[in-house]
């Protein structure tokens, strides 16, 4: 991976806003929150980060994006609806 260190400096967690580190062999720029912890990857040396692309590195290959941010607990109770990509849940009609 090629990635300018500058903008590794300034590049957060989408999810956390925690600081991320690179991981090389993986081609991925991890969060340091022990919490979050998600992978995003690179490709063609630009970072995607974007929650939905993501992994958790605990060897769980189901990619983050199933409507659940790391660190809030999944959503509410079953009939609420899920949030859509820019992370905002719509009202459930009644």
Do not use: F, H, W
């Amino acid at each position: 991976m090629n990635l300018d260190p500058y903008l590794l400096e300034i590049l957060a967690c989408p999810a956390c806003k925690s600081p991320l580190k690179v991981d090389d062999p993986a081609a991925e720029l991890v969060c340091t929150n022990p919490t979050c912890g998600l992978a995003y990857p690179v490709r063609d040396d630009i970072p995607v980060l974007l929650v939905d692309e993501a992994r958790r590195p605990d060897g769980d290959d189901d990619q983050a994006g199933d409507g659940e941010t790391a660190g809030d607990g999944g959503g509410s109770a079953g009939t609420a609806r899920a949030a859509d990509s820019t992370g905002v849940r719509e009202p459930e009609v009644s």
